[in-house]
């Protein structure tokens, strides 16, 4: 049986989302919400992972709601929810997590990455995190995910995930194996003072970065202050992937200004570094800060927030309840 289109997708609320998140997942989900059914959850449970202040987390749960609606996506036709208040999500990671093996999760690069030097002090959560990302997108049987490139690993793991569960308890096309959705054009906005590197809420300056709660000046500032290049904009992207500070803006630019790279590059060519910032910070500001502006408005109703999470909570609960009871019998549960 065709599986019906259903598009899941988890934002972590580590607070201050910005215009890495925006550019690639925020607008995505909202184009997407257009065609296609659509869960967006807040992924409370995988923030955890690594120790949240109580206070900050239960705040950044509903600031990274109010960026969800914010940004225009419509609690009446997505479902957009916190997973810790579904409890199949821990539930279904318990089962995943017999499924899932050792030797796959010891090949996920970010686990290195985010647990570091000493591994041993690192939470067990956060070494079976992707196991716990499978149980989101599988407890809906969602088949289309939308993730950054950094995502990829986890995405194919919850598909082999999907595939032995599938073998393991005869059920051939249970869990329709699920596909990621990747921004071709802009899956990594990096960051403005170093273009090697991805543009992240944990880098030190916050120079490096447009929050999406930043003011009309305050991306003023940042963007003049962005890292260039001292001669003017060459015409061929080529040279210009020497530069990726220079990339970088001129990609967010035609990310912004919705025309393809090579028709920005040859517009830019031969123009100062400080044309294409005074127009990169038009763009930004015209974009960026009425959606600011919006999410500090939503926060001043906190219940309002709250609600829109219940109600994404009750709809959601309906489609894991039901899926959760075809899998327990599966597994042979009582
Ligand atoms: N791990 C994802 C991130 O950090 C967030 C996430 C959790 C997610 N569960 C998910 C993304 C399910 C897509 C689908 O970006």
């Known amino acids: 049986m065709e599986n019906k289109k259903l598009v899941f997708s988890g934002v972590q609320p580590t607070g201050n989302l910005h215009l890495g998140n925006y550019l690639g997942a925020l607008k995505n989900f909202v184009s997407l919400q257009k065609e296609m059914e659509c869960i967006y959850c807040v992924v409370d449970l995988h923030a955890i992972t690594i120790f949240q202040n109580p206070k900050h987390l239960h705040n950044n749960v509903l600031e990274t709601t109010a960026s969800f609606i914010a940004t ?5 036709k997505s479902i957009i929810f916190n997973q810790s208040s579904v409890s199949g999500h821990a539930e279904l990671a318990w089962i995943l997590n017999c499924v899932s093996r050792i030797g796959w999760l010891n090949r996920m690069t970010q686990f290195k990455d985010k647990a570091g030097s000493d591994k041993e002090k690192a939470s067990v959560g956060l070494y079976i995190y992707p196991n716990l ?6 407890l809906y049987k969602a088949t289309h995910v939308p993730v950054g490139a950094d995502q990829k690993q986890h995405l194919e793991l919850s598909r082999d995930i999907a595939q032995k569960f599938n073998k393991d308890f005869n059920c051939k096309d249970f869990f329709p194996l699920p596909e990621p959705l990747i921004s071709k054009k802009i899956s990594r906005v990096m960051s403005l003072r170093d273009g090697t590197k991805k543009m992240s809420k944990s880098e030190e300056s916050d120079y490096s970065r447009i929050n999406l709660q930043d003011t009309a000046d305050e991306i003023n500032k940042k963007i003049k202050k962005a890292k260039s290049d001292s001669n003017s904009i060459p015409g061929e992207i ?9 990339l970088n803006l001129i990609t967010i630019y035609s990310e912004l200004t919705q025309s393809s790279l090579e028709k920005t590059i040859s517009e830019m060519a031969g123009k100062e570094y400080s044309y ?8 930004l500001i015209d974009e960026i800060a009425p959606v600011g502006k919006e ?6 109703d906190k219940s309002h927030l709250k609600n829109i999470l219940k109600k994404g909570t009750e709809k959601a609960s309906i489609i894991a309840e039901e899926n959760l009871k075809n899998i327990r019998e599966k597994v042979g549960l009582i």
């Open 72 to 76: 225009g996506l419509d609690p009446n």
């Open 133 to 138: 990302m499978a149980s989101d997108i599988l």
């Open 238 to 246: 080529k040279s210009l992937e020497k530069k990726p500070e220079a």
């Open 276 to 283: 294409l910032k005074k127009r990169l910070a038009e763009a």
């Open 295 to 300: 999410i500090k408005k939503l926060l001043e």
